[in-house]
C-alpha cells in the first residue's frame, strides 16, 4: 500500500469500505486500474431490491412472534429491546424456549440443525400438534438508523418443513422475498444462530468444514471473488493474443500462395511492418475487394463442384444389362421355355390335387378317377424332369434382374445441386423407377450422358465466372480481414492485460495483508474469550490458525494447546464443559465481526456441561458481547442468571412457561424471591383459606424467598472473595437447613458455621427478630407447621427480611 497513507486497520470496518478506503489513497494506481478493481469488486456484492435490503448497517430483534411452531400451539410473543445487551430467556426443559430459539433461526435461514435432515415420517414434528392453522414465525427488525421497524415473516402452507417462504417489509421500501435481501452470504459468513447441537458440530465437525467456518469470516470471500473476475478477463485478453499468434501463419502462407497478384505482395509488407501492422494499407486491400452478389458466389461455386456420374461404369453396366435382356430374349418360344412354362402348370396341378384329396376328377375337362396318387407320382417327376430342361431360363432371368439391380444402384441425386442443373438431375433420377429392361438400358446411358455433358459446361462457365470475381483473392482477404481484426484486439489486450495485472497483483496483496491480520485479530479474541471460560482449567490455548488455503485438497483449522505446561492435542485433552466453552470462543468471534450485517446473537443452551466457574465467565464473556451485540441467550440452568446478578452485570431476564395444549407465555422479569413474596401474600389476602395451608404452605414460600436471598448473597460475596464457584455450588447442594445455608451469606470463609454463631451474625445484622422468622419458616416444614397471627404482616416481616439480606453492602 501507499506509504504515504496511514493504513486502517484490517479489521476495523466492514471489508468493502476497508477495501475503498486503502483503494482510494493508493497513489501508485492509475485511475484505468482502479476502475477495474471496483467493477471486479462491484460484482462480488449480492444484488437486492432497490431500497429492500438494509444495507451494511446492523439489524437488531424486536418482538418476536411464534405460532403453530414446533412446542409452540397459539401465537407466543417474546418481547425484545432491539438494541445491544444481554437478554436471558429462562424456562425449565420442555417449556418451549428452545422452540423458540429454533423459529428465530428457521425465520432467516429455511432450516435449524433439530428439523433439517429427518426422515420424512418424522417431518411432523416441525407443525405444532395441537395448532391446526398455517405456521407462522415473524420478528420486527430495527435498522441501526432507520427510525421505521421493518417485519421479516415466514409461513409454510404445506407438510414439508423445505417448503416455507420469507419476505422482508420495511416502511416506505415495499416487501421482497428474502432471497433478495442480501443476507444469505452474512448468514452463512457470520452465523448469528448457535444451538446446543451447533456447538458440537463446531468441535466434530471435519477438519475442511472447520477450516472453512472460520475462513469465511476473514471477508477471503469477498476479494477471492474479486480476484477470480481478474483472473477470467486476463484469460480472455490472453485468448485474443494466442487468436492472433495462431492465425497469422495461416494468413502470411495464404498470401505467399497468391501469385502474380500484387495486392498478395503489398499485404504481407503490410502485415510484417516493422513498427507493427499498417493498418491503413490492410484496410484499403480489404475494402477493395470487388463487391458481389454473395448468393450468386455460393451457387457458382455449387457450379464450380458440379460432376455428373461415372460414364465408364454407367456404360460397363447398361453393356450388361443389355446383353441378359438379349440372353432372355434368346430362350424366348425354345423347348427350354415351354418346359418352364408345363412345370409351373403342372405344380398347380399338383398344388389343388392336394388341396382336394378327395376330389380325383380333372378340374379341366372334368374326366373322373384320373388325379389319382399315381398321377401325383407321375405329374412330380415330369415337373423335376421339366426343371432340369428350364434352367437356362431361369439363369437368364436371375441375370437380367442383378444387371438390372446394378444400373439402378448407380443411380443417385445429390441433396444439393446448383438450379442449371436441375432438369438433367432429375432426368437421372427418374430412371431409378423404371421397371423395363430394355427400356432402362436405353434411358438411364441417355440420361447418364446428357447429365455429365450439363455438368462439365456448367462447371466450366462457373469456374471462369468465379476467376473473373476474384474468388482467389477473396478467400485470402477473408483471413486478412479476420486477422487484422484480431491483430487490433490484441494491441488494444496488450495494455489493458498489464492493468488487469497490477489490479489482480493489488488484490492478491490486500487479501494476503487482511487474511494474516485478521487471522491474527480472530485468534487474539478467541483466546480472550477462551481465558474467560477456562476458569479452573489446567488446559491452556495457546494458537488458533488456519493451515492450507482456500482451494487446497487438505485444509484444517489448528489449535495448539498445553495441559499443565505440555503440549497435547485440544479435542484429545478437553472435557466436554471445555469442548463446548472452546466452540463459544470459536463461535462468538465470527459473530462480532464488523462486517456482519447482524447487531443480534441467539444462542440457546450454552450453559449445559459447563461447572460454576465457567458460567461465571460466560457471563463476563456476554456481558462484554452485550456491549456491542443484542445478545439472546436460551437457557433452563438458573446458574447463568446467578452468575449475571452475583457479578453486577446488568441482564434482562424473560421466563417462558408452557401451559396446556402447548400454549406458550413468555413473562417480562423473572424475580424467585419476588416470585415467592407474591405467591405468599396471595395465600395471605385469601379468605376462607384452610388452616393448614397457612400452617405449611405459607411458611414454606417465605422459607423459598428467604433461600433464594440467602443463595444470591452468597454468590454476591463469592464473587468479592474469589471463593471457587464449583465449591460453593456444591456446598450449597448439600445444604437444607436455612441456618446452615445463611453461612455463606455471612462469611467470607465458605464454610458451614455453628448455628449459634449465624444466628449472633444474624441478630447483628438484621436484628433479633431474624433468627425468629427464620426458625418460623423452617417449622412449616414439619407436620404442625406454623400459623402466623397476622398472616399478611408475617409475609411483610419475610419480605423485608429478605431484601436486606440481598443487598451486598448490609452484608459486607
Known sequence: MDDTTEPTPANALPLPELVEARLAG???????VKALIREALGGSETSAADGARPSARRVYLGNITVTGFRGVGSKALLKLRPKPGVTLVVGRNGSGKSSIAEAVETLFTGTNAHCA??????????????????????????????????????????DAFSGSEAVLKR??????????????????????????ADLGNMINGKPAQMYDSIAAILGLEYLNAASRRLTEKRKELEAVEKAEKERKPLL?????????????????????????????????LIAGVPTADEGRLREARLEAEAKGPDLDRVGAAVDALQRAVADADDLKGTAAADALGRAELLKAALAHSDRHADDTACPVCGTERVLDRAWASRAE??????????????????????AMRVVHDLIHVPQDFPAALAEPWTAWGECRRITDPAALAERAFRAAV??????????????????????????????????????????TAKPRKKEVNAA??????????????????????????????????????????????????????????????????????????????LALSLFLPRAATADSPFGFVVIDDPVQSMDPAKVDGLAQVLHELGRDRQVVVFTHDTRLPHAFRSQNLPVTVLKVERGEKSQVKVTSETDPVKEAIEDAMALAHTENCPGTALRNVLPSLCREALAQAIVEAAWLRRSRTGQSADSLQDAIDETERLLPLASFALFDDGRVHPDEEVRTRLRSLYGHESTTLIHQCQMGAHPGGFLPPDPVAFVRKIEDLANRIRKPEVNA
Open 252 to 284: 502470411l502462407a495464404a498470401l505467399e500462395a497468391v501469385e502474380h497478384d500484387d495486392r498478395a505482395l503489398r499485404a504481407l509488407v503490410a502485415v510484417e511492418e516493422s513498427g507493427g501492422p499498417d493498418y491503413a494499407t490492410l484496410d484499403a
Open 381 to 402: 417327376a415330369e415337373i423335376a424332369a421339366l426343371l432340369r430342361e428350364a434352367e437356362a431360363v431361369r439363369g437368364a432371368e436371375a441375370a437380367l434382374r442383378a
Open 171 to 196: 416502511p416506505g421500501h415495499g416487501t421482497v422475498p428474502l432471497e433478495q435481501v442480501g443476507w444469505e452470504q452474512a448468514t452463512r459468513n457470520h452465523r448469528p444462530f448457535l444451538s446446543y
Open 26 to 32: 493508493d497513489r501508485r494506481l492509475t485511475d484505468p
Open 450 to 491: 446428357t447429365l455429365a455433358d450439363a455438368c462439365e459446361v456448367v462447371a466450366r462457365t462457373a469456374r471462369a465466372e468465379l476467376a473473373a470475381k476474384d474468388e482467389r483473392w477473396r478467400e485470402v482477404v477473408d483471413l486478412l480481414t479476420e486477422w487484422t481484426k484480431l491483430s487490433r484486439e490484441a494491441g
Open 504 to 581: 489482480l497483483n493489488w488484490i492478491k496483496n490486500l487479501t494476503t495483508e487482511i487474511r494474516d491480520l485478521r487471522v491474527d485479530a480472530f485468534a487474539d479474541h478467541t483466546q480472550r474469550i477462551w481465558e474467560r471460560l477456562r476458569q479452573q482449567s489446567s488446559v491452556d490455548l495457546k494458537n488458533v490458525g488456519l493451515h492450507g488455503s482456500e482451494r487446497a485438497a487438505v485444509r484444517k483449522l489448528v489449535m495448539d494447546v498445553t495441559v499443565d505446561d505440555t503440549e497435547a492435542p485440544a479435542l484429545s485433552v478437553m472435557s466436554q464443559g471445555e469442548l463446548h466453552s
Open 117 to 158: 435432515g429427518q426422515h420424512p415420517n418424522r417431518a411432523v414434528r416441525w407443525r405444532n400438534l395441537h395448532h391446526d392453522e398455517p405456521t407462522r414465525v415473524e420478528a420486527n427488525l430495527t435498522v441501526e438508523g432507520d427510525p421505521s421497524p421493518g417485519t421479516l415473516t415466514r409461513t409454510w402452507t404445506g
